[in-house]
């Protein structure tokens, strides 16, 4: 490549010069973007040992303007994960522990009779999901009336109550955890809920070394703080960013041929035949691409690979692909499924 | 990388078509090798075929390569392949993607992807250049692994090939056979001893050359059967043979010896006085023959009845034709066989010295056809002179009672008296054939023992190995031996519906008391009576033979209060056990037939009944059960006689005896 430059016109030369300043925005941005991604996960890194990819993918989601699903075991930082960012985001912060008794006022606020200057006036009072950073706690322990009134937010990004619509604040970000283990009293959380997370993120019991760093960080004397890092209006710059991305078109094919392949319908894999009830909705491919976007942008390309898209399908597909009562038998587990289907599909079609 | 897809479309495909040109090769030979000088498929045809079935074979290995080379790679497969071995994170292929589209429409994100893999690509340390070679790494993973297993499949598929075409080429002598295996005839122990019984006894010192060597034929097959050196068709075939020989000989000869005696009668029959006589021989009845010639010996001898000289006339020429009859037609054959033989000599004389193809076809023919009837006078010979062995002391006789009655003229009563001795001696005679044709019922009795084993070994193939097991078991209880000594006590198996052992307390003779329940097809019954009572035995025979309930039901006469109700089971037949016997039940509708017999009551030692259930479970010894057996059977061969048994029912009454016979 340098020697054909060494051997352009000179008006090659400088339409040379005219494309490098053209590139030179994208590039400022997206070095800006890795930068600012490298400060972050350094920042959280801190304080949470270990799950990269967790962080990752819970910054995928927050990048992304949606919401990450984590499940796990008690005890592996999912709360403090998010406390983390939030402390390092400078976000707004709320943490709601759900419980079988609690209604949905008690996340989206309700109207109180309030005095002000002795007129009594009805006015709301929010609830916690007016917050930049709403951690959900247990959130298969509510009613699924009140799930509906915090998904219902998730969503639409603003609440009705009465006649009075409340927008919430951007950004707004969700993470909801469940505990996979305890089933009794619980409400598992229905596919077309599921399906509005981005991500489901599985937290991963810590390894040794991992073990090591929580002890000697948890039980000195000083505790370890993240610092705010991002404010509001880059959080939102960088979600703008990631939507400018480009994608090429197979890939874009792949994510639609792998979407497909998820269905027992359209697919030609057995596994999926014979195993998956439901395939993933058109939100899976728009997760999927959306996180390969952020997954270039933080690797300091222009543009996602399939790698990209293969290394997103996981967490953006695992939850929005049913399996059907053989598969649930049979033990089954959807991440086999979909990395057979990612080995076995072609990269490109002809 | 199409050259890639080329060679791994070739590792099968070219061994695949090396298997089909050796399958045409191998064809070819073998065609060549079954046709050759047919005019059918001459050689050429085949040649032709074979270079046909080659050309095809290379066509399609050709065609396969072909395609594989001209089929179009998919999108950016070879960018995709050099990222993947440079690390280069789709940058590449995204790169061609956006550079496909016009520069007005590109976006500034897709300029600077464009010209980040340009700096990527040009910025690479010399050493780590991006190399297609590594990209698509054809010697390492596309030729030397398919070239690798082509060669394998090529050298397996030559070997094949080379041995199958040694094979073809050099036809070998078949290896010498040893004795094939057999799948050898298994004859119970008991079923062997009950033959050689038979064979024994029909083994006796006055029998014909032909019944002796059939009974060696048929100890030899029992020994054979025994040995286990037989199998199915063998033991059928020798069976047959012996059946063939005895039957065929013993049918010729008698044949002979009746026309001969006809002969005779008829020259007799002329004499008034010889009449009787002649009609006896007629009908072939030697023993009334015998008597009327001793009838006519006497009335020659009587003094106080004068015969008259033209009766005697008669008798003596009716005795002088008969002697010599037999000897003109035996000297008719011979001479018509020696007119016969010459005929045959010039014959085959003419034949050798014929060079006329046609006349000498011709000739065959004639030779062929004088042969037959040289054969055939060469059969009537023998049995002629056999049939004239056996007259030819009657003959004798005869001839010599004509010549006693000759001398007409002076007859006198010495005269008489001589010719009245010969025919004591001709009578005599009578009954020596009479005598001899004993040995045609010994025949008849190996042929009815030839006739139950081909149907035991039939029946036996019917049941299989189960039935031979079983038959074991009980040849075993038959002997008083436990069915599980030897180890060999494995559950019994039925043929049908389970048969219900019946528990029944024997009568004791007094009082007569006795229940009991048979399998299916007998019930015992409760009886009281005292002393004299008159059991009844019921013989049931089934259908199929297979089950012969025999459970003892009878009247008892109570002499005593009580004792004159129709209770079952009296005193002698109190019906202790039915039988545990498997199999399917009595149809009524089947054409069973019920025999009563009445039972004999001798006053002493054990009642039928009791001598029955000893043997039912010490087996069938002792001298009590032989008797017992003994007028059991008579009473089942006499109804076997009277035909008042079915044809196909009598093979398995007999068998049933067969079985229950005593052991010694």
Known sequence: MADKKSTESPSAKSSDKREDAETDGPREEVRQFQKQIGTLREEVGKVVVGNRDVIDGVLTCMLAG??????????????????????????????????????????????????????????????????????????NRATPKTQSALLEAMQEQRVTVSTTTHHL????????????????????????????????????????????????RTTGSEAAVAKPVLDKAQILAMQKLVREVPVATHVQDYVVRLLQATHPETTTFDGVKRFVKFGSSPRGAQAILLASK????????FAPSLDDVRACALPALRHRVLLNFEGEAEGVRTDAVLVAIMKGLPETSK | ??????????????????????AVLAAHKILGAVFVGDPRLPTPVIDRFAMLGWVVVGSVVALVLLVAFSLPLTKHAGALALEKVH?????????????????????????????????????????????????????????????????????????????????????????????????????????????????????RGDQTPEVKSAIDRFNRLIEDLAAKRLDRPEAFKQMEEIERDLLSGAEADRKRLEEELKNTAKALEKSELAKPASESMKKGDLKSAEEELKKLAAQLRDKTKKLDKSQLEKLREALKKAAQQRKENLAAVNQRKSELTEQLLKKKKELAEEKDPNKKREDERLLRKKERELERLDREQQEQQRASRELERLDRELAQ?????????????????????????????????????MSQKDKEELKKKLEELREILRQQNQGGKKRQSRMVKFSKRARGGSPSQGGDDGPEGDDGKNGKQGNGKQGDGKDGDGDGQGGKGGKGGKGQGKGDGDGDIELTIGPGGVPIPMGGSGQGDGNQPGGDGSGQGGKDFGSGKGGAIAGKETNPNMGTVDVEQQGLDSGSGPTNSKV????????????????????????????????????????????????????D
């Open chain 1, 66 to 139: 949606s919401h990450a699903l984590l499940e796990g075991v008690p005890g592996l930082g999912k709360t403090l994960l998010v406390r983390t960012m939030a402390d390092a985001l400078s976000l707004d912060f709320a943490r709601i522990q759900f419980t079988p008794d609690m209604m949905p006022a008690d996340i989206i606020g309700t109207t109180m009779i309030s005095e002000d200057g002795g007129s009594r006036q009805l006015a709301f009072r929010k609830g916690p999901i007016f917050a930049n950073i709403v951690l959900a706690d247990e959130i």
């Open chain 1, 169 to 216: 604040d951007k950004p707004f970000f969700v993470l909801a955890t469940q505990n996979p283990l305890e089933s009794e009293g619980t409400y598992p959380l229905p596919e077309a809920q599921l399906d509005r997370f981005f991500f489901k993120l599985h937290v991963q019991f810590p390894g040794r070394d991992e073990l090591h760093s929580i002890l000697s």
């Open chain 1, 294 to 301: 952020i997954r270039a942008l933080m690797d300091g390309r």
């Open chain 2, 1 to 22: 990388m199409r050259l890639a897809r080329v060679i791994g479309a070739g590792s099968i495909a070219v061994p695949v078509g090396a298997l089909l040109a050796a």
């Open chain 2, 87 to 203: 690390g280069l994170s789709g940058r590449l292929s995204n790169a061609i993607e956006f550079a496909a589209i016009p520069v007005a429409k590109r976006d500034p994100f897709m300029q600077a992807a464009i010209d980040e893999a340009c700096e990527v690509v040009a910025n690479r340390p010399h050493k780590e250049t991006l190399a297609t070679s590594k990209a698509s790494p054809l010697f390492a993973a596309m030729i030397v692994g398919p070239v690798v297993a082509g060669l394998f499949w090529l050298m397996a598929f030559g070997v094949f090939t080379g041995v199958a075409l040694v094979q073809i080429r050099t036809p070998h002598p078949p290896p010498p056979a040893g004795p094939p295996p057999i799948d050898a005839l298994v004859l119970s122990q008991d079923d062997l001893d009950l033959f050689r019984d038979a064979a024994k006894e029909l083994e």
């Open chain 2, 401 to 437: 009672a004509a010549q006693d009655l000759m001398r007409e003229a002076g007859i006198s009563q010495e005269d008489l008296e001589k010719a009245a001795k010969d025919l004591e001696q001709a009578a005599e005679d009578m009954n020596r054939m009479e005598q001899e044709s």
């Open chain 2, 612 to 663: 029955i259930e000893a043997a039912a479970e010490k087996g069938f010894r002792g001298a009590a059960y032989k008797k017992v057996f003994t007028d059991y059977r008579t009473v089942a061969e006499e109804n076997i006689d009277k035909e008042t048994i079915p044809d196909g029912y009598r093979f398995y009454v007999q068998r049933y005896f067969q079985l229950i016979r005593p052991r």
